[in-house]
């Protein structure tokens, strides 16, 4: 899947489908072993939630997934992506390295996992735990935290 988390061990689509459709596998094709982009588009689409990554350019430090070898060359330009978006009003971040970056990006400190903080130009910056399953948290307990946020910005 060319798309965001497209490794069906990671837990982002599941916990998605476990809170909006309610049912963990509800965005996973079985037949084809992969997500449903479409329904995937679909949702992120009705819930009005943007996705993007948090930095442009990264050098990988050891031939891995782990965020914890990526070097941050470029971050992304956060408030020219905003700029475009007037209604956001809230970044969510899934794990400690894009909240380092993001927190770097507008000047705050780090969110503890799971809290929000709200940088003085009013955005509110959430940290999630991380969806990947190298995080030893079981589904259901990610899901309480990205629960609570929704229902914070009213989308669940």
């Known amino acids: 899947m060319d798309f965001y988390y497209p490794n069906r061990t990671n837990d982002f689509w599941k916990i998605c489908g476990l809170l909006f459709l309610g049912d963990a596998d509800a965005l996973y094709d079985k037949t084809d072993k992969r997500f449903n982009l479409e329904a995937i588009r679909e949702l992120m689409t009705e819930k009005h ?11 990988r430090l050891k031939g891995n997934a782990s965020d914890k070898y990526l070097e941050i060359i470029e971050p992304v330009p956060l408030y020219e992506l905003l700029r475009e978006m007037p209604d956001c009003h809230s970044v969510a971040t899934t794990g ?3 909240a380092g970056v993001v927190a770097d990006i507008t000047g ?3 969110p503890k996992m799971g809290e929000m903080l709200v940088a003085p130009d009013g955005l509110e910056i959430w940290r999630m735990p991380s969806t990947s399953r190298a995080y030893p948290l079981p589904l259901a307990q990610k899901a309480e935290y990205y629960a609570r946020m929704f229902r914070h910005l009213s989308i669940l």
């Open 96 to 98: 400690e390295k894009a």
């Open 108 to 110: 705050t400190a780090t």
């Open 49 to 59: 939630i943007a996705l993007n990554d948090t930095a442009r350019v990264i050098r």
